[in-house]
Nanobody
């Protein structure tokens, strides 16, 4: 059974940084596209970044995080990271990682990112 577990969220001031981790169990992370999503209160869940398995479509970022967020993958640890720098108030949300496995979406439980100060 494939499971995704996020961690690394927290409280940070504007301009600060956090690194989120998504540990994947039950699957080899280098063979699956893993995406990061976020959902702020009262808003729809949106895609933030994605790392895929093909060179042509390897990494994608939503426009609002380009130049500030970096997605990476550690196949040895079966973990996907989201390095978030220069955080802004509008980045505050619950962040989820997800993948498609056997035709269905598998989601983690989410990790809260709060930007305040």
């Amino acid at each position: 059974q494939v499971q995704l577990v996020e961690s690394g969220g927290g409280l940070v001031q504007p301009g600060g940084s956090l690194r989120l981790s998504c540990v994947v169990s039950g699957a080899t992370v280098q063979y699956y596209t893993i995406g990061w999503f976020r959902q702020a209160p009262g808003k729809e869940r949106e895609g933030v970044s994605r790392i895929s398995t093909t060179p042509e479509d390897m990494i994608w970022y939503t426009d609002s995080v380009k130049g500030r967020f970096t997605i990476s993958r550690d196949p040895i640890k079966d973990t996907v990271y989201l390095q978030m720098n220069n955080l802004k108030f509008e980045d505050a949300a619950v962040y989820y990682c997800a993948t498609v496995y056997n035709g269905g979406w598998i989601w983690g439980q989410g990790t809260q990112v709060t930007v305040s100060g």
